[in-house]
């Protein structure tokens, strides 16, 4: 009886998910004879998979449910040793230093035993390791380790294996048909790219093409040994569990089961129909074996999506963000150039007066440049030169757009154009699932792992400055109290918008309410206090731990990481990702491509306030004296900027980016409202006509 609850549950839990199994699962589950076979093949992407070179390893993914896999763990990539300890966590995990190959274990009787395994436990601060091999004893359920890695993912909290084998020509059908678990560690690909310290290389690719095709041969022949042998009713998943040098790839993710053939394969992990998480294969492999899930396990059990399936769309995934990955740097080099280089020469040509409305140009086009990382994805590009060929052209019609529509002569036009165009892109890929931001310079990549859904933080930062600045144009035409509608009203629908499920963004709930309130209180002539401020940012704390706590109730395979970190506060595990998320934050603000943006955008901004004649012809008063609004708007930006930077792991990434978009567009409008008031300016002839009569 209560095993039948149990696969009621787990078959209810795939239906939520859209993952159903097929009769044939039904029955294994239900008997307890339905198998699971895990072969990891460290360093597998795509790419390496050919019916002359793989034939074993090209037929099972043939067979099988295909998809990409995000390997990253804790560092910017994975060795071998700290996948494998993310599938027996359940959750991402790291050993704390650099690392290649797991353990070799000691063998003992017919098991073995990890070396020092408790280390990972009490020292490295691993809690959660042991905890699919644990789940698994408990359950009453034996398994069946083959090499280093798979003994790692299996072995339970003490570091015990049930059954080892060091090499998959020591088992023979009867011998698996023991246990209803496998795990297999094919360690030929990556074994090769291992330094002499048996750690993973520092350069991108260490093997030739030949060297790893030998390689790959080897690690075909080995998977091959096991494949010949499963019992026939065995589930098989296929992961490429790590990278194999200092550049993270999307991995091979497949999986082998009736009905799967040629569908796509993801996970409501990563809201992605063909991604999923090192944590997921932990999680689909007790489901499938009709094991409870324990609470720790961060990943979901991965679903077969739509048919279609093809290894050139999953090769294309990686290609499409590799190229991005390449290009990620110079582009801020390139952004950040730009900004200093745009503040140095506006400040020499307004005090001299001179150029105004090529300044106002150049303004305009440095503001709209941040969209277009994000409005590329429209357009299909695989290449370097198709990919800054799109945004060279959104970027030429968004200024074009701003700056020579009917609006050009109103001083608040182009920044009305650009903002709007800003904040409309973002809310709308949010409503439509963000596929804008992913592969983009300032959204977020599948193989860099930080985010495969919702709002990044710099978006977050975009998506605030726009709205808080389109709104405000709205308060400007219509001041009172339908102006202060608009701004609290439809910054509150961007706000929900980023912090609910759709947007899962935790922090920027947190910034967008004290920017808002601060926005809101100036238009209506009230007095900011530093208390109200802090006042406001617990309201927006208090805000998000609702929209966190909401989807913490949901089932888990459900839950963002909105839910999950409730979760994470309630086992005592949030103290660590806070940590973490801190580090990372106080580490951006070192960073060459953004502080150079802050520090002169914010030395331009305040000294020209204080300085207005000698450092802007008095542009920024001129715009402030225009639009009381726009003056409120700006403050508000700033405030979401400066809170969103300390709240954010991002750090300075958020408010350089408020910057980006919001200084340019004040100078643009200053300069509009000084050369409307140089036009209204009546000439000499006129005077002395007006003298005259």
């Known amino acids: 009886m209560r095993r039948a609850v ?36 460290s360093g597998l992407h795509w790419n390496d998979l050919t019916q002359a ?16 896999l995000s390997v990253r763990t804790v560092g910017n990539v994975t060795c071998p040793y700290d996948g494998w300890l993310t599938v027996s966590a359940g959750t991402r995990s790291a050993v704390g230093y650099s690392c290649g190959a797991p353990p070799m274990p000691e063998v003992q009787g017919e098991g073995a035993v ?20 644990e789940s698994l004893k408990t359950a009453g359920q034996c398994s069946i380790a083959i090499g280093p890695g798979a003994a790692l993912a299996l072995a339970d909290r003490q570091g015990a294996v049930q059954h080892y084998h060091a090499s998959p020509l020591q088992v023979k059908t009867p011998d698996l048909e023991k246990c209803r678990m496998i795990a297999m560690d094919v360690d030929d690909l990556v074994r090769p790219y291992l330094t002499a310290e048996d750690k993973l290389p520092k350069v991108p690719e260490r093997l030739t093409v030949a060297q790893r095709r030998d390689a790959l041969r080897l690690a075909d022949a080995k998977a091959g040994a096991l494949l010949s042998v499963l019992p026939a009713d065995t589930t098989v998943l296929l992961a490429g569990l790590s990278d194999h040098g ?44 009709g094991v409870p899930v324990p609470a720790t396990v961060v990943g979901v059990p991965m679903r077969v999506g739509e048919a279609g399936a093809t290894f050139e769309r999953l090769q294309r995934a990686d290609a499409t963000a590799q190229t991005m990955r390449s290009a990620k740097g110079q582009y801020f080099t390139a952004l950040a ?108 990549s599948a193989e860099q792992g930080a985010r495969y859904f919702g709002l990044g933080n710099i978006p977050f930062a975009l998506l605030a400055t726009g709205t808080l600045l389109a709104t405000t144009t709205i308060a400007h035409r219509w001041p009172g109290k339908v102006g202060l509608a608009a701004i609290v009203g439809l910054g509150a629908a961007a706000m929900v918008l980023g912090g609910s499920g759709m947007g899962s963004d935790f922090g920027g709930v947190i910034a967008f309410v004290p920017g808002i309130a601060v926005t809101a209180l100036i238009l209506s002539g009230k007095r900011v206090s530093l208390v109200k401020l802090g006042l406001f940012c617990v309201a927006g704390g208090v805000i998000v731990m609702t929209f966190a706590w909401i989807n913490y109730l949901k089932p888990a395979n459900e839950q963002t990481h909105l839910g999950r970190f409730v979760g994470q506060v309630l086992n005592g595990e949030a103290v660590d ?21 802050v520090i002169v955008a914010v030395a331009f901004l305040v000294y020209a306030i204080l300085r207005p004649e000698q450092a802007s012809a008095g ?29 954010n792991d991002s750090g300075a990434a958020v408010l350089s980016m408020a910057l980006a978009l919001a200084v340019p567009l004040l100078l643009a409008t200053g300069i509009g409202v000084l050369t409307q ?17």
Request: zero cysteines.
């Open 6 to 41: 149990i696969v009621l549950a787990v078959l209810l839990g795939q239906l939520l998910l859209g993952h159903v199994p097929s009769a044939g699962a039904e029955a294994r589950a239900e008997d307890g004879t339905g198998r699971v076979a895990l072969i990891g093949v």
């Open 53 to 68: 070179d793989t034939p074993n390893l090209w037929e099972l993914a043939r067979a099988s449910a295909i998809g990409s």
């Open 114 to 133: 990890v070396p020092d395994y408790r280390y990972l436990i009490d020292v490295a601060g691993q809690r959660n390791a042991g905890v699919l091999g």
């Open 246 to 289: 200092s550049v993270p790839h999307l991995r091979v993710a497949a999986l082998r089961e009736p009905g799967a053939q040629g569908r796509l394969l993801g996970a409501a992990s990563t809201r992605r129909d063909d991604i999923s998480i090192l944590p997921d294969l932990t999680s689909t492999t007790l489901t499938e074996l």
């Open 337 to 444: 150039v730009l900004q200093v280089l745009f503040y140095v020469l506006a400040f020499l040509l307004l005090r001299r007066r001179k150029h105004l409305p090529w300044v106002r140009v150049a303004a305009v086009a440095l503001a709209a440049l941040p969209v277009t990382s994000f409005l590329v994805n429209l357009l299909p590009w695989a290449t370097h030169l198709e990919l800054f060929g799109a945004m060279l052209a959104w970027w030429a019609a968004i200024t074009v757009v701003a700056l020579a529509g009917p609006w050009r002569r109103r001083p608040l036009g182009p920044l009305a154009v650009v903002a709007g165009v800003t904040a409309l892109t973002l809310a709308g890929d949010l409503l439509t699932g963000t596929t804008l931001q992913l592969n983009s310079f300032m959204g977020y």
């Open 577 to 597: 990702v806070i940590w973490r998320k801190l580090m990372a934050m106080l580490g951006t603000l070192l960073n060459p491509n953004l502080m150079p943006i």
């Open 619 to 647: 542009v920024v008063p001129a715009a402030f004296e225009h639009s009381p609004a726009l003056r409120a708007g700006l403050i508000g930006t700033l405030v979401s900027g400066v809170v969103g930077m300390l709240v």
């Open 677 to 693: 008031r140089e036009e209204s300016v009546p000439g000499v002839g006129e005077q002395l006509a007006r003298v005259a009569k």
